[in-house]
């Protein structure tokens, strides 16, 4: 199986402890790639997480800091920077309907990494579903 790579909204549930939302087979590929050490977060969804604090559409159980620093260091999770590759590849994705520049990042990433996507995202699965990313629908 290859990498997982989380999308913001489903980092954000497991590091909160409400995986309950995500479905039970899919908390056992996360749990599984972190023991393998094939779990990804990108960088985009720190600053994702920032922004959505900063405009109040969420609240954390920690100041974002901290919350951060905690969610980004779960032992097995790896951060992924943002490279210019994919920050190129977001902006001519073939296909995609995301206008979201976050969503479009993500998908790059995935795409350029070879990363399957977790994501609750309707549009995202879609587009895996057209056959231009791997994706699992949590």
């Not at 995202?121 to 231009?132: M, T, V």
């Amino acid at each position: 199986m290859s990498a997982l790579l989380l999308d913001t909204h489903v980092w954000l549930w497991y590091a909160e402890g409400v995986a309950r939302r995500l479905k039970p087979s899919v908390v056992n590929q996360i749990e599984d790639a972190l023991l393998t050490n094939r779990l990804h977060v990108s960088a985009v969804s720190v600053w994702e997480i920032g922004l959505l604090v900063a405009k109040n559409r969420i609240t954390l159980s920690a100041p974002v800091k901290d919350w951060v620093q905690h969610a980004a260091t779960i032992p097995g999770l790896r951060l992924s920077p943002l490279d210019w590759q994919s920050a190129l590849e977001s902006t001519v994705l073939p296909g995609m309907p995301h206008a979201d520049p976050a969503d479009r990042l993500l998908v790059a990433t995935a795409r350029i990494s070879g990363y399957t996507l977790v994501t609750r995202d309707q549009k995202i699965l879609d587009y895996g579903k057209a056959g231009h990313i791997n994706v699992l629908a949590a």
